[in-house]
């Protein structure tokens, strides 16, 4: 039997990098090569339709083993990786019985991961750590999600006296740019209701999320020698910071926690003659979340006001909303999980995403896919790691949610 740590070490070796730059779906081609493994893979666990489409959505199901009625379950997970950080070469480092100190990624370049930054390591002291070597993120989101359904799947298959209804599979691309669904085939996959393997630490189980959207603002100045500038030049660079200073400095990401939302500057370039920022937008409350997009827009009335109209140009688009009120009305989905993580001895950790997940643009598609932990920490870095018991009992959930079902 391969090990959920098998796979995972696998598949974290394979660069699936997307690419937000880019309009072709998948945004690079490079995903596939994840999806062509993940394929075979799945046919030689018995999912014999596994295929893969033109746009690298993968899917599979698992016939139910009883012959009760039992609601067709989906599990996801997403196969690319942060544009944050390369992808390429991932040379993971394995620390057996972590002792909870400073675990130095690499030595040459300096780089120490060290519960002074990150506290939440000393949660597992005595576990084996998988990190990155200091110089890629490691890919735990969300190929450890993916590692985690395959164990599953394949547990199932060892042991055939677990009772489990039908099964659906899928593994997206281009979930961490926003565009994981775009081309997500709803009436194929057929399942009644999903979960996402995308979260954090063990025991949380997600139904709330962001609303977000993404701006961009680009300025427009005028370049004139600075010995003659005198009342002429406009510094494009000067009028954009002053617009970002126009927006909350307490509502930045730095500043924020549980329900907070914020503004985040991603992106800043420029020169005098134009400089264009780029920016997320985050809330949990969807009036909250309108109110901002607005102060965005009056913050750039003002520059107009003060510099004249067509100093600035604004984008907005909204990108995905807060799957609360789709889950509400079928909670059952998020009870049997919670159920399921008690049984196994495991406190279920109910709070908000400050994000968002292929389950919130599916369950806006009428798919309810709440999101379940995978144990990784420190996404989209080089401090990402992610502890082998956490991946362990994210399989142990999996496969006691399906059975929970097929038992009800």
């Known amino acids: 039997m391969t090990t959920v740590l098998d796979r995972f070490l696998r598949y ?4 699936t990098g997307s690419d937000p730059d880019s309009s072709s779906h998948p945004s690079t081609p490079k995903q596939f090569d994840l999806a062509k493994v993940l394929v075979e893979e799945l046919k030689a666990l018995g999912l014999a339709d ?3 489409d ?4 993968v899917m599979a199901s698992l016939p139910a083993n009883t012959a009760r009625p039992v609601p067709a379950i989906g599990l996801i997970a997403h196969m690319d990786t942060s544009p944050d950080m390369s992808g390429s070469n991932v040379n993971p480092r394995i620390w057996e019985n972590y002792d909870g100190g ?3 990624l690499n030595e040459e370049l300096k780089i120490v991961l060290s519960p002074r930054d990150f506290p939440e390591l000393k949660h597992h002291r005595g576990e084996t750590l998988i990190t990155t070597d200091g110089t890629t993120l490691l890919g735990a989101d969300d190929k450890a999600g993916i590692a985690e359904i395959m164990a599953a799947l394949e547990f199932l298959r060892e042991h055939p006296e677990i009772p489990h209804g039908p099964v ?17 085939n709803l009436e194929k996959f057929g399942a009644d209701f999903a979960y996402t393997l995308d979260g954090g630490e063990v025991g949380e189980v997600e139904y709330e999320n962001f609303n977000a959207a993404g701006a961009r603002v680009t300025f ?9 500038a005198k009342n002429k030049m406009i510094n494009s660079i000067l009028i954009a910071a002053e617009f970002n200073a126009l927006l909350p400095a307490a509502e930045r990401p730095m500043h924020t926690e549980g329900y907070e939302g914020f503004f ?4 800043f370039s420029g020169t005098v003659e134009k400089t264009s920022l780029t920016y997320i937008i985050r809330d949990h409350d969807a009036a909250r979340f309108e109110a901002r997009k607005a102060l965005m827009q009056n913050a750039l009335a003002f520059i107009h006001q003060k510099y004249g109209e067509g100093t600035g140009e ?10 609360k009120e789709i889950i509400l009305p079928v909670m059952h989905i998020v009870d049997t999980a919670k159920e399921a993580m008690r049984e196994l001895g495991i406190t279920p950790i109910d709070i908000p995403i400050r994000g968002g997940t292929d389950g919130a643009m599916l369950s806006y598609k009428g798919l309810p896919t709440p999101n379940l932990f995978t144990g990784g920490l420190n996404a989209h870095g080089k401090f990402e790691c992610i502890p082998l018991e956490s991946m362990e009992k994210a399989v142990q959930v999996i496969v006691r949610i399906l059975q929970k079902y097929a038992e009800a």
Do not use: W
Not at 170 to 182: H, M, Q, S
């Open 168 to 184: 659906k599979v899928a593994f997206t691309p281009d979930e961490e740019i926003g565009r994981g669904t775009d081309t997500f």
């Open 12 to 15: 974290v070796r394979v660069d």
């Open 102 to 104: 400073d675990l130095v």
């Open 220 to 228: 427009y100045g005028r370049n004139v020698h600075p010995g003659t």
């Open 264 to 267: 985040h500057l991603m992106e």
């Open 54 to 57: 033109e746009h690298c959505n």
């Open 314 to 323: 604004l984008t907005l688009r909204d990108q995905y909303r807060n799957m």
């Open 50 to 52: 596994a295929s893969v």
